[in-house]
């Protein structure tokens, strides 16, 4: 059982999260996703528009998700893989390089980011109409 591991804030959910999830589960058998809480979100400095509760809810609700974590701190990353028996940790490659320092515990692999979507872009979109 090859198990990938992810995080994020995963606001106003798109195709561009949607393909990384696709992606990340392809590489094995089950994908967990660990979302941020809106108070870790505060000290990462982003205002989502869903609650950490209704994100949880529709990433939970994504065909490539097994399971849905919260995220609550920088840290909890090496804990993490430990306790879950985690293979391959993935991010976009807006973090390449950022967790090149948890490679001595998993596989640490980044995505190519989906061009042309974001939730900044959602909203300064829906703003200008
Ligand atoms: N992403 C992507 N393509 C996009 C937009 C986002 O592949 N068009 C990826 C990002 O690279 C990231 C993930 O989707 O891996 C989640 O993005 P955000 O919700 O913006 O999360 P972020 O603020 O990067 O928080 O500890 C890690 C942090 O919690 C990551």
Known sequence: MKTIITYGTFDLFH???????????????????????DEFNAKKGK???????????????CRYVDLVLPE????????DIERLDIDIFGMGSDWQ????HLSNQCKVVYLDRTGNISTTEIKSNLGAN
């Open 47 to 61: 205002a989502a528009f869903f609650n950490y509760q209704q994100r949880a809810e529709i990433i939970a609700a």
């Open 97 to 100: 390089g950022k967790f090149d």
């Open 15 to 37: 195709f561009g999260h949607v393909r990384l999830f696709q992606r990340l589960k392809a590489m094995g058998d089950r994908l967990i996703v660990c979302v941020s809480t």
């Open 72 to 79: 609550t701190n920088w840290e909890q990353k090496r804990e």
